[in-house]
């Protein structure tokens, strides 16, 4: 059998969701996939400016 392999989305979603929230969507998108999902991560970044 040959190496597994992985892809990754990456989604944009409201900031004010809570972690339940977003694991909750990750969820119901990876029943709609053909193949299983490996994880469901939440990334929270932000750009950063000083003040004038």
Known sequence: MGKDTHD???LSVNPEL???DVLSIGT?????????????????ASSLAEEH
């Open 8 to 10: 990754y989305v990456n």
């Open 18 to 20: 809570t972690d339940g």
């Open 28 to 44: 119901k998108l990876s029943n709609l996939q053909q193949y299983p999902v490996d994880g469901i991560s939440r990334i929270d």
